[in-house]
């Protein structure tokens, strides 16, 4: 039996050039028939090869050779240029903060999450946005983010737009904080501020109003499960004076990379 099952193989193997799986009339060498059909190769899973890190679809390359790898051409560990892996962003959420966040009539549907500094106050810090993201397992992430200002000298919730023209310096500032397992964020959690960054605006006569532009980094490092990375902003002027802030009226981004 054993010898017979072996020359049933090798006939097999000469007398016909094309092979099928799920259908008997194949129309090239190898045809996988069926819409939802799918290929399993076991030396690509993040089990056997390190460079797919099991939580984004890895690109799978073809060499000289023909062979499947998911190496890309020219790659050198460690190295710069072509040679890089791609980058592998968790998300990548070209406007993350909505243009009218406090629902604003026309013409001021696009001033994103609004923070005032009013004439009784000189640092005031306020809530922007916030997006809830999935890992699979504990690793660090690098988060990106760039958000568009608007700089009003009278309160933009009213609403009203004003140029600020009183020579005087206001900073406006930009963090965020990660809710582990998005089930509201802690004072412990919001005490960890991460990719804190500032500008300054300086008004000049006749003023200034437009989409200043201010963008950040920072890196943490998360346990598996669902959280939410929230974001704030600090708006600090001088005694007396009135600052309208709108963070995000015009194209942001926000992109999370994974290293694990």
Do not use: W
């Not at 008997?24 to 290929?39: D, F, K, R």
């Not at 050779?65 to 962003?89: D, H, I, Y």
């Not at 582990?180 to 990719?195: H, Q, T, V």
């Amino acid at each position: 039996m054993k010898n017979h099952y072996l020359y049933l193989l090798f006939y097999s193997s000469i007398g016909f050039s094309q092979v099928g799986i799920g259908t008997t009339n194949p129309q090239e060498e190898l045809h996988v028939a069926g819409n939802t059909s799918t290929i399993r190769i076991e030396g690509l899973s993040s089990a056997n090869n390190p460079l797919n890190d099991g939580i984004k679809n890895a690109k799978v390359f073809v060499d000289s050779n023909g062979n499947f790898t998911l190496t890309p051409p020219n790659f050198v560990a460690g190295g710069s240029g072509n040679g890089n892996l791609p980058l592998n962003f968790l998300i990548d959420v070209p406007d993350f903060i909505p243009d009218n966040v406090d629902g604003l009539p026309a013409p001021y549907n696009s001033l994103g999450r609004i923070i005032n500094s009013d004439l009784t106050q000189e640092a005031v810090e306020g809530f922007i946005y916030s997006v809830t993201f999935t890992v699979p397992q504990a690793c660090t992430v690098e988060v990106k983010h760039g958000v568009t200002l608007v700089i009003s000298g009278s309160n933009m919730l009213t609403p009203s737009l004003a140029y600020i023209n009183d020579s005087k310096t206001r900073t406006i500032e930009t963090f965020f904080c990660f809710d582990i397992n998005n089930d509201g964020l802690s004072p412990a959690e919001k005490a960890l501020e991460y990719g804190n960054k500032g500008q300054f605006y300086c008004s000049v006569a006749g003023g200034s109003l437009g989409y200043p532009y201010m963008n950040s980094q920072g890196y943490a490092t998360l346990p598996p499960g669902t959280h939410s990375i929230h974001f704030f902003g600090v708006v600090q002027d001088p005694a007396n004076t009135f600052t309208s802030v709108g963070f995000g009226g015009a194209t942001d981004y926000l992109k999370l990379r994974v290293y694990n």
